[in-house]
């Protein structure tokens, strides 16, 4: 289930539009969960069978979108500041591959009417940080919540961070790689990183 919850949600930010900021929060979301219901409507089989256009299709509309550096930096925490610059830039690479890797697939999981966003309340002009409640339909008939942390920026909406039950994206990488490079180094995150994303190494 969290498998499932984490990759769509994974996804959802990368379909983020840009300029959304007169947008409702709420209706940002709405906007993105539309996206990607026609953008694999009838190519799901297509889609499952040629791995590389499903990766061009969300690369396509995630790299100008998706704040690769920011998300980065937050999930190095303190080990962001011990990077050399060379470092950040593979980092940066290495873990945005890895993610499309990871969750492209299951995209494809993906159904328009097994997610419900609730009404935003308040004034979103007064708060630095909004937060966007969904509810996610499983199929064995339970369901999720997931809290979508948004932030106004250049009159746009950037989601940076989600949340379900007590799992985040940001701390859930923060902490796996944290006890990775104390028990390694930081270069060795970064080098397996990228064989991961090269293909070099099991997932």
Avoid at 41 to 50: K, P, V, Y
Avoid at 85 to 101: D, G, H, K, N, P
Avoid at 184 to 198: C, H
Wanted: proline share 3%; charged share 30%; hydrophobic share 40%.
């Amino acid at each position: 289930m969290k498998g499932f919850v984490f990759a769509i949600a994974v996804v959802t930010c990368m379909f983020s539009p840009v300029h959304a900021g007169a947008e409702a929060p709420d209706e940002f979301i709405s906007a993105i969960v539309d996206d990607l219901a026609q953008r694999i409507e009838g190519r799901r089989d297509e889609l499952s069978a040629d791995p590389d256009t499903l990766q061009a299709l969300i690369d396509e509309v995630l790299l100008p979108r998706f704040d690769r550096g920011q998300a980065a930096q937050d999930v190095l925490g303190d080990h962001w500041w011990e990077a050399s610059e060379e470092q950040r830039t593979r980092f940066i690479a290495a873990f945005y591959s890895v993610l499309l890797q990871r969750y492209a697939e299951r995209l494809l999981e993906f159904e328009h009417d097994r997610v419900e966003v609730l009404p935003y309340r308040g004034d979103p002009t007064t708060k630095k940080i909004v937060y966007v409640t969904t509810r996610v339909d499983l199929v064995d008939g339970s369901n999720v919540t997931v809290y979508y942390e948004l932030t106004a920026r250049d009159s746009s909406w950037i989601i940076i961070n989600f949340q379900f039950e007590s799992f985040s994206f940001v701390g859930n990488f923060l902490e796996q790689y944290g006890l990775e490079i104390r028990d390694t180094s930081l270069e060795q995150l970064i080098t397996r990183l990228e064989d991961e994303a090269a293909g070099s190494v099991d997932e």
